[in-house]
């Protein structure tokens, strides 16, 4: 069965350091990857998706990840984190042709300390 | 980017009642999602709404509890029926395009 894995529950980083989100899939092709950003309260927003092509996406706000089919990776990284980014980070996959059926890994909380 | 809102946002419902969630999305799309995300927890995709057919459920979901409407390809309904507690969750709609999500609805059944 398909299925999305976010190893790190929680993340806590400082403001204007680096960020990376780890990011694994377990598919038996190459699956169409999302990253979304919950902030509390908040829907979810889409903050890049891969489907092909470049394995580097660069996404909104500043986030950019990278598709390693060798390590069936998606991580999401962000060069300078800054306070407003503190929120919940849900990796995704989907079944290409089946857009719209996600299947979402549990999640990483993002605190940033000022 | 498809614009998609939801009525109620939130919502407090005592048990046994039905609580019916609007979706609106501002362009016509073919296919539209429900998903739930209950308290602490990642979403999970409740069915399928396609225009003038039967919602396609997923495993461990059931037409009795969450029926669903798809009246045109701009709106849909997913009611929470004879709810208990468990069924304390946000509930979101998502449109293949994107795909995009809605903003919720914060159910909560006391």
């Known amino acids: 069965a398909q299925s999305v894995t976010q190893p790190d529950i929680h993340i806590t980083v400082s403001e204007g350091a680096s960020l990376e989100l780890r990011c694994n899939y377990s598919y038996g092709a190459t699956p169409y990857l999302f990253w979304y950003v919950q902030s509390p309260g908040q829907g979810l927003q889409l903050l890049l998706k891969y489907f092909s092509g470049d394995t580097l996406v660069q996404g909104i706000k500043g986030f950019e990840a990278e598709f390693k089919r060798s390590q069936s990776s998606f991580n999401l990284r962000k060069p300078s984190v800054h306070w407003s980014d503190a929120a919940e980070y849900f990796c995704?996959?989907?079944?290409?042709?089946?857009?719209?059926?996600?299947?979402f890994g549990q999640g990483t909380t993002l605190q940033v300390k000022p | 980017s498809a614009v998609i809102s939801q009525k109620p946002s939130r919502d407090i419902c005592q048990r046994g009642t039905s609580l019916t969630i609007q979706c609106q999305v501002d362009s016509q799309v073919t296919m539209m999602f429900w998903y739930r995300q209950q308290p602490g927890q990642s979403l999970t995709l409740i069915a399928t709404a396609n225009q003038g057919s039967e919602a396609t459920y997923e495993s461990g979901f059931v037409i009795d509890k969450f029926p669903i409407s798809r009246p045109n390809l701009t709106f849909s309904t997913l009611t929470v029926s004879n709810m208990s507690p468990e069924d304390s969750s946000i509930y979101l709609c998502?449109?293949?395009?994107?795909?995009?999500f809605g903003p919720g609805t914060r159910l909560t059944v006391l």
């Open positions: 995704a996959v989907v079944q290409p042709g089946n857009t719209g059926k996600l299947i």
């Open positions: 998502s449109v293949e395009t994107g795909p995009f």
